[in-house]
């Protein structure tokens, strides 16, 4: 008789039919190696994201909101192409958000910083 063996370290596999793995642990390893590189992307991509958040977290301090000029932020290491949602006001104003801290374009390279639950209200749709 062919006995079944899990299909991650190879050893005889007992219990129900349809099992692929003896463990978790086997289970948990071939799927980390199955996706790695798709995690890989994922862990850059939230990498990046915190460094954007923790920036303008940094520049607020306790205050509610603030105004740097675009070659500040870029020269702190802040990537413009990594953000989490997009605010957009009737006005034709956008804020971009990463979590909870975001910021608006003003004029002359400025920006304005501010709190999520600060921020000025949304179209309804």
Known sequence: MNQRRCEECN????????????????????????????????????????????????????????????EQLIQLGFDFGFLTEILRLTRGQNYYYIYDVGYRLLEANRLLIVHKDKRPLAISS
């Open 11 to 70: 050893s005889p596999l007992k219990g129900r039919s349809d099992k692929r793995f003896c463990g978790d642990y086997c289970r948990n390893t071939y799927h980390n190696r199955k996706h790695q590189k798709r995690n890989r992307v994922r862990y850059a991509t939230h990498q990046k994201l915190q460094r954007n958040r923790q920036i303008l977290k940094e520049i607020l301090g306790s205050k509610a909101r603030r105004v740097i000029g675009r």
